[in-house]
């Protein structure tokens, strides 16, 4: 099934009006004519199936056929905020694979030793957007603009808060967190860790130290085996 994204669709929705460069993709790339099926998302759950009724590659219409609210996939609501990697490369493959498996939230933190302070959040998006299409999900992930490491402890307090740091010191192994229904936010510092002023300003807002196994992993690779964890034990 070839799943295509439409932010402006609902369970309401009569017809399907695609942009020039879908109604291009449609028609020139997947060669979709006149009574091809096609699905569509909203990202919120929506899955309409419409009928293709004008086959143009410059402005492709649909008819809605049906339109349905799907349940998410998990059952919990996942936040990983991760520092920036210096090869954007990495943290790309992150979101890409982060999104295959199921996440709620990513959110670009820059950190005391973070070697990169900008994030162009919109190649990420259009990451996460591919990513979602191609595993069929039908819940979007949300991708957070870039914000300070302390802000976004001051400004992120309900749910498990956990951190994972390279530190020694008593940490529980994060499935004790996994098996919940709550809201579950991970911290994941960059490539020359959480700084010790970091991690102690983490402790006073409620984030609890967590081990990943014994292994020190790369930032994405850190977050990806968070993300895994969560989602393989719910």
Known sequence: MQLFYNPNIDLETKEIIF???ESRHIIKVLRKKEGDTLH????????????????????????????????????????????????????????????????DEITPIICDNSERKVVKTERLEKIMLAAMKQSL?????????????????????????????CETGDKKPLKTFSNTKDKITILIGPEGDFSNKEIKESEVKNFQPISLGKSRLRTETAALVATHTIHIIN
């Not at 419409?50 to 996942?78: F, G, P, R």
């Open 19 to 21: 942009s020039k460069e």
């Open 40 to 103: 569509i998302t909203n990202g919120n759950g929506v899955l309409v199936t419409a009928e293709v009724i004008i086959a143009s590659d410059k402005k492709c219409v649909a008819n809605v056929v049906t339109a349905i609210q799907k349940e998410k996939e998990w059952n919990y609501h996942l936040h990983i905020a991760i520092a920036p990697t210096k090869n954007m490369d990495r943290l790309e493959w992150f979101v890409e694979k982060a999104t295959e498996i199921g996440i």
């Open 137 to 165: 999900k039908y819940t979007k992930t949300t991708i957070n603009p870039p914000v300070k490491f302390s802000d976004f402890i001051t400004n992120n307090t309900d749910g498990i808060l956990c951190i994972a740091h």
